[in-house]
């Protein structure tokens, strides 16, 4: 490449003209090297079927990756038959039930109203459930809750301990057949009748 003199052009934007420079070679150098750099990147690793680099190519790593997580789901043990649970019938439990289903942190009474007869959420004293009305229906309920119904786990997502789920649970169960006043209506569609 050969030196030029830097020329004065004939362009010229509000009154201002401006030289043809050259640019620096350093520049020149450093943008070619990016370009030979982006082109080798390109071959090595979505090209080439192992990279120079001597790691494994994208579609290889994909495939080690998806063994790993096979071999350690493999090696997790089975989760535990599941332990039929029992409300409880004890007034001491069903009190702490009803506090935690009226507290302010666990918003369930927001929902299904203090007297559990239903507002945004479906009335838990008639026997036309969503989701099923045994202990372990109920606790599961509790526990995952049905986000795109608008109810969070936990009703709130705070978590509770087992020994408050279930609590809660027999709360709900306890008040079964309560008959509150002005009851959400059931809904034909979603409800089943509960045995």
Not at 85 to 104: C, K, M, P, V, Y
Not at 128 to 142: A, E, P, Q, R, T
Request: hydrophobic residues 40%; negative net charge.
């Amino acid at each position: 490449m050969a030196h030029r003199p830097d020329q004065l052009l004939d362009h010229e934007a509000d009154g201002i003209r401006e030289f043809d420079n050259q640019l620096p070679r350093w520049w020149l150098y450093g943008f070619y090297f990016t370009i030979l750099f982006a082109a080798a990147y390109l071959v090595n690793y979505h090209v080439l079927p192992t990279p120079l680099v001597g790691k494994k190519g994208m579609i290889a790593e994909y495939e080690a990756e998806l063994e790993a997580a096979a071999a350690t789901a493999a090696a997790r043990p089975a989760p535990a038959a599941p332990v039929a649970l029992a409300a409880a019938t004890d007034e001491a439990t069903l009190r702490r039930g009803e506090a935690i289903f009226n507290s302010q942190t666990s918003l369930c009474s927001s929902c299904h109203r203090p007297d559990l007869g239903g507002l945004v959420g479906p009335n838990l004293t008639d026997d036309y459930w969503l989701h099923g009305c045994s202990v372990s229906d109920i606790v599961s309920s509790i526990r995952t809750g049905y986000p795109t119904m608008g109810m969070l786990p936990y009703g709130s997502n705070t978590p509770l301990s087992d020994d408050e789920l279930l609590a809660v649970a027999s709360y709900i169960l306890s008040k079964r057949g309560s008959n509150p006043e002005n009851p959400k209506p059931r809904d034909p569609e979603r409800d089943v009748l509960c045995n």
